[in-house]
């Protein structure tokens, strides 16, 4: 059984940083060979991928967040990172992570951006 945790989650000022873990206790096969993904929901708004990691290291990134957000990724340490800079009010949202096409996902960490 995978479980995904997410810490680092909170209130920050805009302009900001904070940044984001996801840990995978369960398989650490699993989490090596998956992309993993953070996505974020806003209240009233869909769930939307922010950024995502393969397996081998290639990013990608949405829009919004491109140049200010990273992702990265710990296989030794079965985690995932998000390193999010220059935050705005909009990127309030729960962010959450996912293993990629598994079904697994974790259960989301509040992010508000706020003076």
């Known amino acids: 059984q995978v479980q995904l945790v997410e810490s680092g989650g909170g209130l920050v000022q805009p302009g900001g940083s904070l940044r984001l873990s996801c840990s995978c206790a369960?398989?650490?096969?699993?989490?090596?060979?998956?992309?993993m993904g953070w996505y974020r929901q806003a209240p009233g708004k869909q769930r939307e991928l922010v950024a995502e990691?393969?397996?081998?290291?290639?990013?990608n990134y949405a829009d919004s967040v491109k140049g200010r957000f990273s992702i990265s990724r710990d296989n030794a340490m079965n985690t995932v990172y998000l390193q999010m800079n220059s935050l705005k009010p909009e990127d309030t949202a729960v962010y959450y992570c996912?293993?990629?096409?598994?079904?697994?996902w974790g259960q989301g960490t509040q992010v508000t951006v706020s003076s």
């Open positions: 990691i393969t397996s081998g290291g290639i990013t």
């Open positions: 996912n293993m990629r096409g598994s079904g697994y």
């Open positions: 369960g398989s650490r096969i699993l989490f090596t060979f998956y992309n």
